[in-house]
């Protein structure tokens, strides 16, 4: 679940980031592929959206963001959104989405994550449709959800408005 009010106000947004325990983070590369972590379990696989735990709840998030991208992927993103805040669950705390639009492709980036440390999760670049983005096993189901309600994930990532903008410019901050 996200945020309802979809221009929520200044004061609102710092309210619910105080309360954030985790942060993904959806890349977007240049050629419109989605980067994902593969994680292997038996004869299944799975993908996951760069995601890390808050250590701190003063920690900022979009510098968490920028680091998580850093440590996760290899690269600095060419820029940072806040996307969608989902409420906790009986499994998971609140969550902070971002999208982070990267300044190479998918192929450039899995050959530069290739040569760093070894104990990096392997990449896997992938440009989805819709309904290949729900067949796939891919984790948080919400991040999932949020992709799959455009035809295109990658496109619909890109377009989603940024939260901070929306509060910042919204006309109960005047």
């Not at 409420?87 to 994550?113: K, M, S």
């Not at 796939?136 to 949020?146: C, N």
């Not at 619909?156 to 901070?164: G, Y």
């Amino acid at each position: 679940m996200t945020i309802a009010d979809p221009r929520p106000t200044r004061t609102d947004l710092i309210r619910t980031l105080t309360r954030v325990e985790r942060v993904f983070v959806i890349p977007v590369c240049t050629d419109g592929q989605l980067l994902l972590l593969r994680h292997e379990i038996a004869r299944h696989a799975y993908w996951t959206f760069p995601t890390m735990a808050r250590p701190l709840p003063r920690t900022h998030l979009t510098p968490l963001a920028h680091r998580l991208t850093r440590e996760k992927l290899g690269i600095e993103p060419s820029q940072l959104r806040l996307v969608a805040i989902f409420e906790p669950t009986r499994a998971h705390g609140r969550a902070a989405v971002y999208t982070a639009a990267l300044p190479a492709t998918g192929a450039q980036i899995i050959t530069n994550h290739a040569g760093g440390p070894a104990r990096r999760h392997p990449l896997q670049a992938m440009t989805f449709t819709a309904d290949t983005i729900n067949a796939l096993d891919i984790r948080p189901a919400e991040v999932t959800a949020l992709l799959a309600t455009g035809g295109d994930p990658a496109r619909n990532a890109s377009l989603l408005p940024d939260l901070v903008d929306a509060a910042t410019t919204s006309p109960h901050n005047r």
